[in-house]
């Protein structure tokens, strides 16, 4: 099997002969026949929504699992495009513990920019690249309950408490590809700005989907954070746990690994942290043995 970096050189050389794409297209015949008609989550953020280039290439990857039978379902962040409106705005934003402190104003501002301006544009990408997207909110046909998160200094930040998988279920059945921002309200109406990545575990988790994968700005579980050769290529829910336990992870990388370990729990067949700059990394990932990044798989006894 070729290193990742020699098959996204592959994939990218518009110097291919024509028997060579035949070959790559039949090699990767097994996987499209392993993974036609299941269900991919794919947390989409990072780099790969800011550079042009990528941001092209995560769209057409996302269109050519569709066209060959996956079901993938997208899930958006938009933390950089917030914090440029807010400062517009003359808000100051605030973190604690790694979120968005999120006041009223705050909210206002997340809901206008993730649900009226980020999703539209990923929906009109896809649609102009080929695909047929439809963009939601957890607003729309109450596809996602929302919570307080339960700490009263970060105001309008909520939890998951409810997934309407119908919804989604009859929106892939047809064919669309459906593109989710991470707002939700409360049984009474109230808005909450919910973790990106937590609400693709969640969703991953109710539809009991094969995979979920964030790609993110870094190769993946890193032993070693400053030395990319120190990648963790596989573990399960067990060894992650440790990893966080011995310090081994941390910062904001311990959200992200407790929501995959969170839908594995509850399902998922696998989940997948990724470096969304390289080209072509969810095809990579997907019909690659080797992938570029990290796979969570279920323990033993998760499995049983």
């Keep these: 099997m070729t290193s990742a970096s020699t098959t996204a050189n592959t994939l990218l050389s518009s110097t291919l002969s024509a028997h060579d794409r035949v070959q790559v297209l039949s090699e990767a015949l097994p996987y499209m026949q392993r993974f036609a008609g299941r269900t991919v989550v794919v947390k989409y953020g990072g780099a790969a929504m800011k550079d042009s280039k990528l941001k092209d290439r995560v769209i057409r990857d996302i269109i050519f699992m569709a066209c060959i039978g996956i079901r993938p379902i997208i899930v958006h962040g938009g933390g950089p495009e917030i914090n440029s409106w807010l400062d517009k705005l003359n808000i100051e934003p605030q973190f604690k513990d790694g979120l968005r402190v999120t006041d009223a104003a705050t909210m206002e501002v997340v809901e206008m920019v993730l649900v009226g301006k980020v999703n539209k544009e990923i ?28 700490r009263t200094d970060l105001g309008f930040v909520g939890e998951v408490s409810g997934v309407n998988v119908k919804v989604l279920e009859l929106l892939v059945a047809d064919g669309y590809i459906p593109v989710i921002s991470s707002v939700a309200a409360d049984r009474s109406g109230q808005s909450y700005n919910i973790n990106a990545d937590t609400v693709a575990g969640e969703i991953a988790a109710a539809l009991g989907a094969e995979k979920l994968i964030l790609l993110t700005d870094t190769p993946g579980l890193m032993r070693d954070f400053h030395d990319p050769s120190s990648l963790i290529r596989q573990l399960d829910i067990n060894q992650s746990r440790q990893l966080v336990n011995d310090g081994v992870v941390s910062g904001g990388m311990i959200p992200k690994l407790s929501c995959c370990i969170r839908s594995l729990a509850q399902g998922v067949k696998a989940a997948h942290i990724i470096d969304g700059r390289v080209p072509h990394s969810l095809l990579l990932e997907i019909f690659t043995d080797n992938g570029i990044g990290t796979m969570i798989i279920p323990s033993e006894h998760h499995r049983s």
Excluded: F, H, T, Y
């Excluded at 896809?126 to 997207?133: D, F, L, P, T």
């Design 123 to 150: 929906v009109s990408l896809i649609n102009q690249s080929g695909g047929s997207a439809i963009g939601m909110c957890g607003k729309d046909a109450n596809l996602i309950m929302a919570r307080p998160e339960g």
